[in-house]
């Protein structure tokens, strides 16, 4: 991982001929197609064979329903959800629920088959898929919010399951929606025994079926990727400073799990507003204060040395680690050139943009890819399906152990592939997953 073998990526944009042979239009904005593209690039790398490259290029599934709530005002709205099955080769389709305003099928396609790709770099036996609801979670009552869920449940009840396809959570929904969601499949699904029907949804609360160390999984496991890969590259967490987008679940636990191990947080930013201390920011004062406030605008009146900064000086705040923990594609170009780090750790799916990431690489900038970085959530998932399927609850040092070393041999796996083909830390990602997955087609062959 010499700094010297760092070089802008060098796949030309959607030039796949896979894509005009699928009749897929090459528009370099859609996310679905920056998606594919980085895999595409990857498995041609790796040299899969093209029945292998145009299964991946589209999802085996994509499911629409539509489905009336009543609200608590009496009226009903009709709600649109998505569930997108991207590939199951590797085992059962699994993936989160977002429930979020912008909900598109676009987007869900996208992050399923960044799913795929996840669970394989892993080596968790799962496939890929993702859903969600189109609704704003954070305007809903809990009564409201409960009946989208079960409404939502009995939609999509006959293409899912324990043996066949997983939900968990994402943003907008959390352990609770999770229970409901258990609860509703387990009513409609009486052939199902209460145990096995548990397991169709993971990032339950723990007194349902939920694994201890779940809520901070994706957040434990981005720094467990850093703790591997830092030393590599002369930076550790010890003594280094990062700045952070999103203070949710996954950036909350990041920024704590960072200082926690001894290094600052010197910036975080949401939606509303962003903030500063030269010294670093109280991690778990913030924490508590979002929790309460919504966001980390007005922290800075509560805690003596934080100050309020603009969305550029936070940007342009020098540190050694810039994690995304929000929404995807906020690196922009014009982002990326104000950014003053020398690593991106993706926290969040696809948060970077192909232009913004190649701004970031010519200016010298590792990038730690998504489906690395971001893959401690769906892999104590999978611990959590295991327990509910065997009955047998394990420790939490046991889920930490367990899914450090997940992360650590993933982060292996990408650095090997960096070094044997010679391309930068996404693509080696990506080649690192489709090994796996060009392996088991080979051996399965194609039905019939
Ligand atoms: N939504 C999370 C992700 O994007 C977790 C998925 C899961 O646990 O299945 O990785």
Request: charged residues 20%.
């Amino acid at each position: 991982m010499a700094k010297a073998s760092i070089t802008a990526p060098s796949r030309q944009q959607l030039d796949s001929p896979v894509y005009d042979e699928l009749g897929m239009e090459r528009n370099p904005d859609n996310l679905y197609l920056q998606t594919i593209d980085a895999v595409l690039h990857a498995a041609e790398v790796l040299e899969l064979p093209h029945r292998v490259q145009i299964i991946l290029a589209q999802p085996v599934n994509e499911i629409m329903v539509h489905f009336p709530v009543r609200m608590d005002d009496g009226h009903h709205a009709l709600f649109k959800g998505y569930r997108v099955q991207h590939n199951n080769a590797l085992g059962p389709f699994k993936g989160g629920l977002r429930f979020h305003p912008d909900v598109h099928l676009d987007d869900v396609k996208s992050l399923s088959a960044l799913m795929t790709m996840k669970c394989s770099l892993v080596r968790v036996p799962f496939g890929g898929a993702k859903g969600g609801v189109k609704c704003d979670p954070w305007k809903l009552s809990s009564g409201e919010l409960m009946r989208v869920t079960r409404r939502f449940v009995s939609a999509i009840a006959p293409m899912i399951g324990p043996d066949h396809d997983i939900p968990a959570p994402d943003m907008g929904t959390n352990a609770q929606v999770m229970a409901w969601f258990a609860d509703t499949y387990m009513n409609i699904t009486r052939g199902v025994s209460g145990n096995d029907a548990l397991a169709v949804v993971t990032g339950k609360p723990v007194e349902m079926g939920g694994s201890l160390g779940r809520e901070k999984a994706t957040g434990q496991g981005v720094i467990d990727v850093l703790a591997e890969m830092l030393p590599e590259l002369n930076l550790s967490i010890k003594g280094g400073t990062c700045s952070l987008i999103g203070y949710g679940n996954v950036g909350s636990w990041a920024g704590k799990l960072w200082t926690e191990r001894g290094g600052t947080v010197l910036a975080v930013m949401d939606h509303t507003g962003a903030i500063y201390n030269s010294e670093g920011l109280d991690t778990h004062a913030l924490d508590a204060y979002v929790k309460e406030a919504g966001g980390v605008n007005g922290f800075e009146k509560t805690h003596h040395g934080a100050q309020k900064i603009s969305e550029e000086e936070f940007y342009s705040t020098q540190v050694d680690v810039f994690i995304p923990a929000a929404l995807e594609q906020m690196i922009t170009p014009e982002k990326a050139q104000l950014m003053n780090c020398k690593v991106v750790a993706e926290a969040a799916n696809a948060p970077t943009t192909p232009a913004g990431e190649r701004v970031l690489m010519e200016k010298g900038v590792e990038i730690l890819p998504a489906i690395l970085c971001s893959a401690g959530g769906v892999t104590v998932s999978y611990f959590e399906w295991v327990q509910n399927r065997s009955n047998v609850y394990w420790d939490a040092e046991k889920v930490d152990d367990e899914l450090n070393r997940h992360m650590v041999l993933a982060a292996r796996r990408v650095g090997l592939a960096r070094h044997r083909y010679g391309v930068e830390m996404r693509t080696a990602a990506y080649i690192a997953a489709l090994d796996q997955i060009g392996k088991v087609y080979a051996l399965r062959g194609i039905f019939p």
